[in-house]
């Protein structure tokens, strides 16, 4: 069941709703103007949200990436939100591979419009090189478990939605930019909603982790690490590990897991 609400003309929220009314989702929260599709469904999924509710936003004015870095969502240019995901039993064991399923789900999208997107690991989708997707998961806690995560995925779609370089820590662009024609939003959308529920199921399995391999960015090259204040590491990118962290060559040839949180990845040129 979907339960339209809020601040989008009747028009549009039913066109949206419409839209994605195939897919197996909770209940549809949608915005024209937001502050953060995540803090809103991170409060919902307290509240007792369904698995796969959905925020969607127009504009964010306080859109969030990791660390509370700012994520930036102009008016209409841009998708931003929020998927509830409530841990099933037996996905309690995966939960470090749910990083891999935004970008596995944006990438197929992406991939089906001929561009050729890359993961930048753990949380972007770049294209041509260059920023395109961004994605922050999150957790909700009861005691020692996690119940809930919410995976907030904000994709550039016209140009607008590119933020001047002086705000950024790593080129961007947007969909339209670098497919050279206009993109629609909605179907866009349900490609990557689709993929999720479709890649879910599979969290466990070797295609998954082999797939979220091959997509990434500058694999095989140098690259640098950078995890909070601590000194950077400069190693070979190899690839994943079982749960999904990365594998770093080192340049003494020692082989270190580099696992998720606030790191940062750069190519060496
Ligand atoms: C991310 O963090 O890339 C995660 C972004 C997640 C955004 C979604 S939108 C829906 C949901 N609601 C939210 O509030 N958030 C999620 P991180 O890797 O920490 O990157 C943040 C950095 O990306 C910033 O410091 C900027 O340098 C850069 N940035 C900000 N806005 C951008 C944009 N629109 N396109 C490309 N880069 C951007």
Redesign the pocket.
């Given at each position: 069941m979907v339960r339209p609400s809020l601040d989008l003309s009747p028009g549009e929220e039913q066109k949206t709703l419409d839209a994605l009314n195939d897919l197996p989702l909770g209940e549809i929260r949608i915005f024209e103007s937001t502050?953060?599709?995540?803090?809103i469904?991170l409060k919902w999924a307290s509240e007792g949200a369904r698995d796969m509710s959905l925020v969607i936003?127009g504009e964010?004015t306080?859109?969030?990436?990791?660390?509370n870095?700012?994520?930036?969502?102009p008016p209409g240019a841009?998708l931003?939100?929020?998927l509830v995901l409530r841990l099933k039993d037996n996905e309690g064991a995966q939960i470090s591979r749910f990083t891999g399923l935004g970008p596995l789900a944006v990438s197929d999208a992406l991939q089906d419009m001929n561009l050729a997107p890359e993961i930048k690991w753990p949380?972007?989708i770049l294209l041509g090189g260059r920023?395109?997707?961004?994605?922050?998961v999150e957790s909700i806690w009861q005691g020692e478990t996690v119940e809930a995560l919410v995976m907030?995925?904000?994709i550039?779609l016209r140009r607008e939605?590119?933020?001047p370089a002086e705000?950024?820590?790593?080129p961007?662009?947007?969909v339209e930019m670098e497919a050279g024609h206009a993109v629609q939003k909605l179907p866009l959308l349900h490609h990557v909603l689709r993929a999720i529920s479709s890649w879910r199921p599979q969290l466990a399995t070797h295609p998954f982790l082999h797939t979220w391999e091959n997509r990434l960015a500058f694999r095989g090259e140098q690259v640098e690490i950078v995890t909070g204040e601590q000194p950077s590491t400069l190693g070979r990118l190899e690839g994943l590990n079982q749960d999904g962290s990365l594998r770093l060559e080192l340049l003494n040839g020692k082989k270190i897991p580099v696992t998720f949180g606030?790191v940062?990845l750069r190519p060496v040129l």
């Open positions: 502050t953060s599709t995540n803090d469904a936003a964010q306080a859109g969030r990436g990791r660390g870095r700012k994520w930036y969502t841009a931003a939100f929020s949380n972007d920023k395109t997707c961004g994605i922050l907030g995925i904000g550039n939605s590119v933020p705000l950024l820590n790593f961007a662009t947007c606030d940062h």
